[in-house]
């Protein structure tokens, strides 16, 4: 009698188990190496792909997309989830409904598994820097044609770099031509797209010689951590540097100097206000790859241990 009690008390237990599994919904991925999940395949070419995680187990992707000619790239947008299943409309949104060439996007995320976008745009006489920010439906919450970060007649302003703010806003850096070197500057857009630091934007680093290629993530705080190639008369450096929420440059950093070139700096935050940035070094002869920990208050964390990652002659 107390084993068949045991049967029908383990039969209920498997019966509420089977009840309390949740749904899953069929999932993208596929185990076959010959299958995989189309984030986008218009016609025409499609490239210069750029990501940010969609904070959700997804990821939005961005990209320059030729389905409108080859001399007309447009920027579009696409929300794949944690299933690798597509969320918004068939092979992307566009990001800026503007004609004219638009190139070299960069994303990251935002609120409530949104993102906000940044882009190199050809709509007028000089590149410009244009943007944009999308929801979680994938709808432009700024005007259509993006908003103008930085768009000066006879200036070229151009490769951006975007980092969402945590109030549905974002800080976009550039390379500016203003002066008649390249320059850094930086400008913060609020929630509704307005800019907030003057019509120019923010210098960052304005030498007679060039400063480009600038990388920027979120500090956590409203503000950036930046890094940025700079040339003196015999090579090339990597400058970090920190801009806080109210536009307030506070403190520009030499990561690296040694001898030869240093270019590419790629940021990621390092979760405490600083950043970690990684670069293609040439100090030995060929292309290297070194990196370093930059903390909130610009110290270098790894001076004794700057690690090689690669010194592998290519
Ligand atoms: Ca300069
Ligand atoms: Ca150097």
Redesign the pocket.
Known sequence: MEGFDMRILASLMLVSLVLLVPQVSKSAWSNDPGTNVSVCDATGSQREVRTCSDGAGGMIVVWEDERNGASNPLIYAQHIDVNGNYRWTRNGVRVCTASGAQEFPEVDTSLGGGAVVSWTDHRGASKAVYAQRLNSEGQRMWAHSGVAVAASPGIDQAATSIADNGLGGAIVAWQDTRSGTLDVYVQKLDSLGNLQWGVSGTAVMTSGFHEYGPEIVSDGAGGIVLAWVSM?P????IISGRILSNGTLDWTRQV???????NSPKIIPDGSGGGIIAWKD??NGNDDIYIQHIEDDGSRLWDRIMLILSTKAF
């Open positions: 003196t015999t090579d090339s450096n690296c100097t040694a001898s030869g070139n240093q040439e100090r």
